[in-house]
């Protein structure tokens, strides 16, 4: 019943209740005497009208509360019907962002458990796709009878499971949904709500999951050294640190990328005063600095032997930090020379990336020891200012006893400019795990300075092992030195052309296109190989085995999507022909192969999803590789094109098949965005 008919009700019955106590005064009136008889007949009138309410109600007679009610019904009826149109507006307006099936299951299981047992705190939601069984299964009931159990409260997890589904709200995603064994909700997909999808997915194209927040992301990665050439060591951070980028470029977030370069401090005394002995005319000829590497040895063995010279290299280091002119424009001129040479290897590899390397910094780390000594924090010992972190046993050293600065000072000053000038709610540091003990030391002094609140603010380092060679130590040449970065993606192309050529690929294409094809699997198969690792471990580096096209490899997963986008191409369907019959064909999912491949393709915003959350990119990796086998499944069992086994012409096409195929595709391609992989044409 209403508010506003029950408060009418009450006051019908209490004017009845008056009507009542008005006939006992007529009765006593009537025993006092005629004298009083038109005092009778009023009152009989009015308890004729107090009998009739709906009358009082059409001469505007109300009480004062009814009528404040009844104003504040019109109000609340007036913000429904705005609120009604509202939704029917979001409803008609189609999201720009893919259904998780997964998410979505959670939410629906979510909110029917918790209307079952409103009265438990937090009830446990578990959803795990179950390949066996159904599509996907609930295992709460077990975890919820436990929660009863000790409130006192025995439940049967079956009994608890059947409620469960009694809760579930109407909906037209699942076909249907039933209780297994002890108590397991097995869940099984309607294909009308599944072939929506894929259609959704081929008219308005592959999008990101839906984000709960857009952040401002800054990662750091790749931070080679000047004067050094990029070596296997820095392979890791560019390809892992790039392919984060693009995942957080993709769903959404606004990205900073990051180069922290390694272009001040000491070594740079005995570059100049190299540069200065070797090409004293330097100011006004730019010096011939073919091999930055050479150069950089050459002044080090001189740096380790000659005591003149290191005194000359300690005075220009002086002279740099005070920032003198000459010296000044020698150090940018060394850096001149790495940062094309850095730049070649972005190039080749597809990073972009802005460089901010710590000579950047070297202003703000004099705000950073100001800052900290005015909130005592730092400490005196044996001549150095140093800073005890919560958590950690060592203390920071901000301050050698010299007067400079340290590792420490600079990451503290990086991280508080990152959080308050470039405003990053979202700080990721693409760094071997060898440094995992000093960032988490950065992170725990910048928190307990309050710079930034866990609750808000993702602070993580991404680690990643090492790159090992075949015998399992680290990847060296065969004279013991580091693989220089540009060697190895040299050797990659080589390779890659070797296996083109014996799979006799040179004949098939054109010089142009041989060249284009080499590069993509030389570099799609390095950064692959990587990325499929989980970066937390070693991972054992192989030309042999990257370039397989057998297995979980990119030269697989690049002929499997030539291939696929080939069947329409042999076809003669056009992309346009594939553009049109996705609006008006209905995507059949009648065969069993045509069931799980749908659903495989629908499973990217669970697996996107799932790299947000811990940025293991060899997730995507796994899901792309079992795309492509189970459309290998499909198509070995379910024709695309039917063709006259005499002629060779083509006599029926299934377009339905064909947009599957196409669907495919597009999964495939954005995965390969992400991971920074160039798809071919033909291979």
């Given at each position: 019943m209403t508010a506003e008919r029950l408060v009418a009700r009450n006051f019908i019955e209490h004017w009845l209740f008056s009507a009542v106590m008005i006939c006992a005064q007529v009765q006593t009136l009537f025993h006092s005497g005629f004298a009083r008889e038109a005092e009778i007949k009023r009152l009989e009138e009015e308890i004729q009208t107090l009998q009739n309410p709906q009358k009082l109600l059409a001469e505007g007679v109300v009480s004062p509360q009814l009528e404040a009610l009844q104003s504040e019904n019109s109000k609340l009826k007036y913000q429904i019907n705005i609120l009604k149109r509202s939704i029917a507006t979001e409803k008609s307006r189609k999201p720009n962002h893919m259904i998780s099936i997964s998410s979505l299951v959670e939410d629906v299981f979510g909110l029917a458990i918790r209307k079952a047992f409103p009265d438990v705190d937090n009830p446990p939601v578990m959803i795990q796709g179950s390949s066996k069984f159904a599509d996907y299964q609930c295992n709460s009931a077990m975890n919820i009878a436990k929660i009863l159990k000790e409130k006192g409260q025995g439940a049967n997890p079956r009994d608890i499971a059947d409620k469960i589904i009694q809760h579930l709200p109407q909906s037209d995603y699942f076909e249907k949904v039933e209780v297994q064994g002890p108590g397991f909700i097995n869940i099984f997909l309607n294909k009308e709500f599944v072939a929506d999808q894929v259609g959704e997915l081929l008219n308005r194209g592959v999008r990101p999951p839906r984000l709960g927040v857009k952040r401002r992301a800054l990662v750091d990665f790749s931070s080679p050294n000047i004067a050094k050439e990029m070596h296997v060591g820095h392979l890791r951070s560019t390809i892992i640190g790039e392919s984060i980028c693009r995942l957080l470029e993709w769903v959404g977030h606004d990205v900073v990328r990051i180069n922290h370069l390694g272009d001040w401090g000491t070594q740079f005394g005995m570059l100049i005063a190299h540069l200065k002995d070797k090409f004293p005319n330097y100011k006004v000829v730019s010096p011939p600095i073919g091999d930055l590497q050479a150069f950089y040895k050459e002044s080090k063995a001189r740096f380790d032997s000659d005591e003149a010279f290191k005194k000359k290299a300690y005075e220009a280091v002086v002279q740099l930090q005070s920032y003198d002119k000459d010296h000044i424009n020698a150090w940018k001129l060394i850096c001149d020379v790495s940062r094309k040479e850095f730049q070649k290897i972005y190039d080749r590899l597809g990073v972009s990336i802005i460089e901010r390397g710590e000579s950047f910094y070297q202003e703000l780390m004099k705000d950073v020891v100001k800052l900290l000594e005015e909130k005592g924090k730092l400490e005196l010992d044996d001549g150095r200012k140093i800073m005890f972190v919560p958590g950690c046993s060592v203390p920071m050293t901000i301050v050698k006893s010299d007067g400079g600065f340290t590792y420490d000072t600079s990451d503290m000053a990086a991280i508080r400019h990152r959080l308050f000038d470039e405003k990053a709610d979202w700080l990721i540091y693409v760094v071997d795990a060898g440094q995992g003990s000093h960032l988490q030391q950065v992170f725990a002094a910048a928190e307990d300075l309050g710079w930034y609140n866990k609750k808000l603010t993702r602070v993580?380092?991404?680690?990643?092992?090492?790159?090992?060679?075949e015998d399992k130590k680290k990847f060296k040449t065969r004279s013991g030195d580091t693989v220089r970065l540009v060697d190895l993606l040299d050797e990659?192309?080589?390779?890659?052309?070797?296996?083109?050529?014996?799979k006799g690929r040179d004949k098939e294409l054109t010089k142009e296109e041989l060249e284009a094809v080499k590069r993509a699997v030389a570099y799609g198969c390095i950064k692959y190989a990587d990325l499929s690792h989980n970066r937390n471990h070693d991972y054992v580096f192989s030309f042999d085995k990257m370039l397989d096209d057998r297995g979980n490899t990119a030269a697989?997963?690049?002929y499997a999507l030539t291939r696929i986008r080939s069947i329409a191409r042999n076809s003669n369907i056009s992309q346009e022909d594939l553009k049109q019959a996705a609006r008006t064909t209905r995507i059949d999912l009648g065969h069993?192969?045509?069931?799980?491949?749908?659903?495989?393709?629908?499973?990217?915003?669970?697996?996107?999803?799932?790299?947000?959350?811990?940025?293991?990119?060899?997730?995507l990796c796994e899901y792309l590789y079992e795309l492509s086998n189970t459309f290998t499944e499909f198509y070995d069992s379910c024709y695309c094109i039917e063709k006259d086994k005499a002629t060779g012409a083509i006599v029926k096409v299934n377009m339905s098949r064909l947009l599957l195929c196409e669907a495919t595709a597009n999964v495939i391609a954005t995965g390969f965005h992400v991971l920074g992989i160039n798809p071919l044409e033909k291979m």
């Open positions: 993580e380092h991404v680690a990643f092992g090492v790159v090992l060679g990659g192309i080589s390779r890659a052309e070797q296996k083109l050529v014996e697989y997963l690049l069993p192969k045509e069931w799980k491949l749908a659903k495989c393709i629908l499973r990217l915003p669970e697996v996107i999803l799932r790299c947000l959350d811990d940025l293991l990119l060899h997730t």
